[in-house]
């Protein structure tokens, strides 16, 4: 139902970035730029020196964003709804660019108008209380918004109505307008920051004890694999989290992945950057306390990784290459930190097995996008109709690493390692069988896009590992 009078009249505006959205649309051009054009980086130092405006209009220049997928805040988005109802205009008004602005007005519907942006004018803080007041005067019109810049506009609207994202923040709001309105609470959780640490993945990582345990150095190489071990992780979830932040569109489009902390909008881009800078420096940090070549490792893993995230992602083939590299480089840098020498078996075995596994990771993805009658998967370098070729690819790289174990079982390190080493044949089977069925479940739909995590959930990969542990501590 319309309201008549006074209110009806009084126009609703509405801040975007962290008010309207749970996203800064500054922070999301900007990432897309560096992830599409990853060697001009540099640019948008330059274009900043030229003021921010012109910065965000080459950025919209240059990057189209997808306002479809981007994070609304609920609470916003209600209140919006509800001075419609009343008949009251709606207004956004936002220092990101105009074009940017007007297509997410375009998405939310029946907004009467837009303040953005413009070549030479940013318009933010005192620049858009003066916009503001020139259009509805005075404490002509209530203001929506979500930051310490936003205080000029609020002295100058007739409601204070604001977004919190941290109690000090709040405060100051109703110490400065006692009778402001709270409209959100937004607060990031520490369980979404650990989450999108992805520490589950970290179980990747145990892979640095492999030498150890292969090479029968268990409590020598003990301290020097743990320290190993929280180097990579320290590195792998930085690296995840740049991953993640350059990958916001095609995660937003993925019906798993769009709850993901960044995608979803609950944790800040900004503190997903800072993270990732502190994290990684822990990483370099703690890698040399262990030898010298150590560091190169980790370097090389940090290197390849975010080479990985800007560009080979993109790549056919080349990616789950890279991938099966990533993993055999864990097991190189614990190789280096238990200083024990280098095993071209366990290397090559490991290098066949994780391509495998990186393979069937894109099976998975191209498996689901074919059940979702789509032909492609976005941000990738393949199409559904590759899906018969790369799982035939991806059989023949697991079967390798059984060749290549079925070899090893044949060369002198074991008969000085083992002293049973006939025995060790038994495993060649149920490798066999547990690669087989990844495979299978994955041509099914039946299979985790990750068969890491898949194999830490699944009860048959535990059994299958827990037998090989016993072959190899029957051999010993």
């Known amino acids: 139902m319309t309201s008549s009078g006074p209110l009806a009249s009084v126009p609703l505006v509405v801040d975007v970035d962290g008010t309207l959205i749970k996203t800064d649309l500054l922070y999301e051009s900007a990432l897309q730029y560096i992830a599409q054009r990853p060697l001009e980086a540099w640019r948008l130092v330059l274009w900043m020196l030229g003021g921010k405006s012109r910065l965000k209009a080459r950025l919209a220049d240059s990057v189209p964003l997808d306002m479809s997928t981007i994070p609304l805040r609920e609470e916003t988005v209600a209140l919006i709804r509800s001075a419609q109802d009343e008949g009251r205009p709606v207004y956004l008004a936002s220092a990101s660019d105009e074009r940017y602005v007007a297509a997410l007005a375009e998405r939310l519907g029946n907004v009467t108008g837009v ?60 110490k400065a307008f006692p009778d402001a309105t709270i409209v959100a609470s937004s607060r990031t959780a520490a369980r979404d920051v650990i989450k999108a640490m992805r520490p589950h993945q970290w179980a990747k990582n145990v892979l640095v004890f492999l030498p150890a345990l292969a090479g029968h150095e268990i409590l020598s190489g003990a301290l020097s694999s743990l320290l190993a071990f929280a180097c990579f992780c320290a590195a792998a979830s930085s690296a995840y989290i740049i991953n993640d932040l350059l990958d ?101 075995f490991c290098l066949f097995l994780f391509l495998s596994l990186a393979i069937v990771k894109r099976c998975s993805e191209l498996v ?80 985790h896009d990750d068969p890491v995590v898949f194999a830490l959930t699944d009860r048959m990969s535990w059994a299958t590992g827990a037998a090989v542990a016993a072959v190899v501590a029957l051999s010993i």
Not at 372 to 378: A, C, N, R, T
């Open 115 to 174: 303040f953005a942006t413009r070549p030479g004018l940013n318009l933010a803080g005192a620049n858009k209380a003066a916009c503001l007041v020139e259009a509805f005067g005075s404490d002509g019109f209530d203001y929506v918004g979500d930051m310490p810049v936003d205080f000029p506009v609020w002295k100058a609207s007739r409601n204070v109505l604001a977004v919190t994202h941290n109690s000090g923040f709040e405060r100051s709001v109703l």
């Open 248 to 348: 916001l569109p095609s995660d937003r489009e993925h019906p798993r992945k769009r709850k993901r902390p960044f995608a979803a909008g609950r944790v800040p881009i900004a503190v997903g950057g800072l993270l990732s800078v502190f994290l990684m420096s822990l990483a370099l940090g703690g890698s040399l306390l262990l030898p010298a070549g150590f560091s190169f490792v980790l370097l090389c893993y940090v290197v390849v990784t975010l080479g990985y995230s800007f560009v080979l992602k993109r790549k056919m083939v080349i990616d789950v290459i890279t991938l099966g590299g990533l993993y055999t480089i864990r097991v190189l840098g614990g190789v280096v930190a238990v200083g024990a020498a280098q095993s071209r078996w366990l290397l090559m």
């Open 368 to 447: 689901m996008k074919k059940n979702e009658g789509k032909l492609d998967v976005s941000g990738r370098g393949y199409t559904v109709s590759d899906l018969p070729v790369i799982t035939a690819l991806g059989a023949a790289a697991g079967y390798c690493a059984v060749l290549v174990f079925t070899m090893y079982l044949n060369s002198p390190e074991v008969v000085a390692l083992y002293s049973h080493p006939g025995r060790l044949w038994l495993a060649s089977p149920l490798l066999l069988y547990w690669i087989s069925r990844v495979l299978m479940l994955s041509g099914r739909g039946e299979l």
